[in-house]
C-alpha cells in the first residue's frame, strides 16, 4: 500500500506541473539513450543543443561505430566529460550491433550491460523508450527531494529508488521522476529552495529549516 504522505505529494506536484514531461528531445530509444549519457553533468538544454544536430549525424547504432573517437568527442565536446561519454557511446553501439540485432535492448538486466548505463538511465530509458515501468530513476533532484520530504533516509540511489518503490504507487514511478526534477530545478533547489513558495511546505519535513 502506497503511503498517504506520498499519494499527497504527488497529486500536489502533479497539480503545480501539469503535462510533465522529459525534457531530452529524442525519437527512438536509441536516441534517447544517447541523449541521457550526454545528460550526466549537463543541462538538458545543453544536449538538446548538441543532438539536433548530432541525430542528423548518427541515425544508427553502426554510424557511431564507424566514425573515430576524436570525430565524436568533437561532436558532444560542449556537453562535458567528452572523451569518456565518446568511449561509452562507441563501445555500447558495438554491444548492441553484436549482442542485440542493432536494437537497443528493452529489459533492466540487458541495458546494465551497456558501457555507461546504470540503474538510473536504464529506468529513464525503459519508460521513454519503451513505456516499460520496472524502477525510480534518480538523479541529483530525486535524491535531494526525497531526503528533504523526509521519503528516505538513505543517500545510495539505488537504496534510495527501493524505498520510494514501496510507497509510491507503481503507475506514477515514472512521472515521479519528472515531477521532482522540475520542482528541483524551479523551487526545491540545492543551495537556496525556495520553501516560501513551495505547495509542498506544510508536508516537508526539512520546510523553512534552509537560510
Known sequence: MADDTANEIIALLKKEYPGVKIALHYSDPLELLIATILSAQCTDKQ???????????????????????????????????????????????????NDFDSKVPDTMETLLTLPGVGRKTANIILSGGFGKIEGIAVDTH?????????????????????????????????????????????????????????????????????G
Open 142 to 210: 530525486v535524491k535531494r527531494i526525497a531526503f528533504r520530504l523526509g521519503l528516505t533516509a538513505n543517500t545510495d540511489p539505488e537504496k534510495i529508488e527501493k524505498d520510494l518503490m514501496k510507497i509510491i504507487p507503481k503507475n506514477d514511478w515514472d512521472i515521479l521522476t519528472l515531477l521532482l526534477i522540475h520542482h528541483g530545478r524551479k523551487i526545491c533547489r540545492a543551495r537556496k529552495p525556495l520553501c516560501g513558495e513551495c505547495v509542498l511546505n506544510k508536508l516537508c519535513k526539512s520546510a523553512f529549516t534552509f
Open 47 to 97: 544536449v538538446n543543443g548538441v543532438t539536433k544536430i548530432l541525430f542528423k549525424k548518427y541515425r544508427t547504432p553502426q554510424d557511431y561505430i564507424k566514425t573515430s573517437q576524436e570525430e565524436l568527442e568533437k561532436d558532444i565536446y560542449s556537453t562535458g566529460f567528452y572523451r569518456n561519454k565518446a568511449k561509452n557511446i562507441k563501445e555500447l553501439s558495438k554491444i548492441i550491433v
